[in-house]
């Protein structure tokens, strides 16, 4: 099977007619949207609008009821082999709200594992470059440490390093900061800061409204499994135009 | 009453610890004692293939599996025992020393159990470490080998050892197929001497107490060491491990 | 030998009568010593809580002797060894009494009161000590929360241990037969030995086993989630 080469101005992410369904109660009621290339687009919501749901299933993390979804021209729900999803995976770099690291190895463990056992990346090849992305989220002094002897922020910072080893065209964060204490958002943001910064796909669920502004290019307003709005972030914090979005931010500021 | 005991040990210290051998099979201490670290070095990996089985989305693969589990968490092993008495030289169409009839039955009653404590140690793991894996690109198997197992199976050494020191108590039911163990050597010996029974036993008893309480307390020691290597990461739910412990610390 | 044929077996009133005598003698001793464990392994507990060092150090040197023993030989021990050393008259006494059973109630039960006893001691210890700050707060005396806080708590949080102890308790009265009581493993073995049916008699009595086993599990669930407040519906 030959796929062919997306070219550089296809969108990243297109997602078209995505439905998903938990029994009775529909989580996502068609969504229809694109992520372009180098775009970094900010979900946000209310709690229960399926925004969390929503970017599960562009890993798969989730399957989806009827719609597709395209990553960099793969489509990610048709049906394949294990192996073709596995690649396919590797390949969207995904952050958790609860961290997720693996708790048995340390930090610079957690980074090259992955790449060596499922990419079959060379060791030499891969601490090297491990070492590198703890030297990028600023915890070179941190590479033998074990996840349980790290702070919230820094398990998070190394979560965004192992999902970067993987060197994938596009991340996904699923509110990265939402487990945190206040005082280690910060340094969460930063890093995602730098990675946009420097071109990176992203899709991110958060409530910082803060980052929103000043990263985003746009943001997905989600209410009740649809994208109500979808707006620079300056035209929805200023004029948004539904009253759902107005109540949304109007209670985020309290 | 001391000095009988000690007479006892005197006379009959090498037949408690090898039985019969050279004349005879090995027998004693030793023999109990390489039954139980054979069962156990079998069922180890039995019980990994089990749990995976037993968690494996497939009904085919599932379902005997659960069976097995019931069957041996409902029936004695006593009851087993004279099963595999019954079943094994029939399988293998030759007559089977009773060691290895007990071998068998033990592997299988043991990996059956030891699979709760394996699946146990898996689900206590939460979705999160798995989601993270497959996240990364990990295929299924990937993950249980990378990432799961390494994590599952420490933390349930202790269980483990719990499962051996229950598994060098269970030996001593071969008596009912004549394997010839520790405490088949003290009924030898109880049936020379006839009028010292209390004293005979209570040698057997000590034995068994000394080699069991060792071990459980190498589980224990075990147990703090993981408990404290893990402060900091997320806390095992306290009902989970209640749980687990109810499986592995049977009475035999 | 002929093939499978359960009616050799059942069809056989010699044989059922063996059978339902194996039954009855297996519930006589399995519901005595659980009896017996219980009652002892509250008074355990309650030694473990008493002050001064002397009933908490009792408790381990007795919890510790019969999980590390295995319980034959502690059944052995009893009926083989401390049995000749008693008195003649209750020899006597007991031998009129079947001591086979007796000594199978004592020796299953004194084992399985050191479990039942330290599950209950771990149930208790699952329930977080801010507990019984709340409740002393509250204004509680300290039996009080005890008894309207803890105790029910601890219980329930034992009760998965404890219906998993009682299976083994049933499953280990097997036991009895090493010291000749005539229950139900017994039963299996004279009856193979009178028909020379194996296979049949094994199953019947294994079918017996995992079905009485199952119900004290089914049983035992259905405690726990009446003493679940959540699951049960009453919250």
Request: aromatic letters at 10%.
């Amino acid at each position: 099977m030959n796929t062919i080469a997306p070219s550089k101005n296809s969108p990243m992410i297109e997602l078209t007619g995505v439905r998903k369904n938990y029994g009775n109660y529909e989580v996502l009621k068609g969504i229809d949207a694109e992520v372009a290339r180098g775009e970094v687009v900010v979900i946000c919501g209310p709690s229960g609008s399926g925004k969390s749901t929503l970017i599960r299933t562009v890993n798969r993390l989730e399957e989806i009821g009827s719609g597709s979804i395209s990553c960099d021209g793969n489509n990610i729900h048709r049906p394949m082999p294990a192996k073709e999803l596995n690649r396919l995976r590797s390949r969207i770099g995904f952050v958790f709200q609860s961290f997720n690291l693996f708790p048995h190895l340390s930090a610079i463990d957690n980074i090259a594992m992955s790449p060596i056992r499922v990419k079959g990346v060379a060791r030499d090849v891969a601490y090297a470059k491990a070492t590198q992305l703890l030297e990028r989220v600023g915890l070179t002094d941190k590479a033998n440490a074990y996840p349980g002897q790290l702070s919230g922020g820094q398990q998070q910072r190394v979560a965004i390093a192992r999902a970067l080893a993987m060197e994938p065209p596009v991340m996904l964060f699923d509110e990265p900061t939402s487990a945190l204490d206040p005082e280690m958002v910060g340094e969460v943001l930063s890093v995602m800061k730098g990675l946009a910064a420097d071109g990176m796909t992203m899709m991110c669920v958060t409530h910082e409204m803060g980052f929103a502004r000043d990263v985003a290019d746009r943001v997905w307003f989600i209410d009740q499994g649809q994208i109500v709005e979808c707006a620079p972030p300056e035209e929805f914090f200023s004029r948004p135009q539904t009253a759902r979005a107005q109540r949304f931010l109007s209670e985020l500021r309290h | 009453m001391i000095s009988d005991i000690i007479a006892i040990i005197r006379d009959y210290w090498l037949l408690l610890l090898i039985g019969q051998y050279p004349n005879g099979p090995l027998g004693g201490l030793a023999a109990t004692l390489m039954l139980s670290v054979l069962a156990i070095a079998f069922a180890f990996p039995v019980s990994i293939a089990l749990a995976l089985a037993r968690l494996s989305k497939s009904p085919l693969l599932n379902w005997p599996v659960s069976a097995l589990v019931y069957f041996t968490r409902g029936v004695p092993l006593l009851m087993l025992i004279l099963w595999g008495y019954f079943l094994v030289p029939l399988v293998t169409g030759a007559s089977v020393p009773s060691f290895l009839t007990m071998l068998v039955t033990l592997v299988v009653y043991q990996g059956a159990f030891l699979s709760e404590v394996v699946r146990g140690g898996i689900v206590a793991l939460g979705h999160g470490q798995m989601e993270a894996a497959r996240a990364l690109g990990h295929s299924y198997l990937g993950a249980m080998r990378y990432v799961i197992l390494p994590q599952a199976l420490y933390n349930v050494i202790p269980s483990i050892i719990s499962v051996f020191v229950s598994t060098i108590k269970d030996t001593t039911l071969g008596y009912v197929i004549n394997v010839p163990d520790l405490t088949f050597a003290a009924s030898q010996i109880n049936n020379q001497l006839l009028t010292q029974p209390f004293q005979v036993f209570f040698i057997l008893a000590a034995v068994y107490y000394v080699i069991c309480w060792s071990l459980s307390r190498v589980a224990v020691l075990t147990e703090r060491r993981i408990t404290r290597k893990r402060a900091g990461t997320a806390a095992q739910a306290t009902a989970k491990s209640l749980k687990l412990a109810a499986l592995t610390d049977q009475p035999s | 030998m002929s093939s499978f044929d359960l009616s050799e077996i059942l069809g056989n009133p010699e044989y059922v009568s063996m059978l339902l005598l194996g039954i009855e003698m297996t519930f006589v001793v399995a519901i005595g010593s659980w009896v017996l464990a219980m009652t002892l392994a509250l008074l355990l507990l309650g030694l473990r809580y008493a002050p001064g060092p002397v009933g908490n150090a009792f408790v381990t040197a007795y919890v510790s002797y019969h999980r590390n023993v295995p319980t034959l030989v502690q059944l052995m021990l009893w009926y083989f060894g401390i049995f000749t050393l008693m008195p003649d008259g209750l020899t006597f006494w007991l031998n009129d009494h079947n001591a086979e059973a007796i000594f199978a109630v004592i020796g299953l039960g004194l084992c399985q009161a050191a479990y039942f006893s330290e599950d209950l001691r771990s149930g208790m210890r699952a329930v977080s000590p801010g507990q019984l700050e709340a409740a002393r707060a509250l204004g509680h005396s300290y039996v009080s929360a005890m008894r309207f806080v803890m105790v029910p708590q601890g219980t329930r949080n034992a009760l998965p241990a404890l219906i998993n102890h009682s299976v083994s308790l049933f499953k280990n009265s097997s036991l009895a037969v090493a010291i000749g009581v005539a229950e139900l493993t017994y039963a299996v073995k004279e009856i193979e030995n009178l028909s020379f049916r194996t296979f049949e008699s094994y199953l019947l009595v294994t079918i017996l086993y995992l079905v009485f086993s199952l119900m004290i599990m089914t049983v035992g669930a259905y405690v726990a989630r009446r003493a679940d407040p959540v699951r049960s519906g009453r919250a």
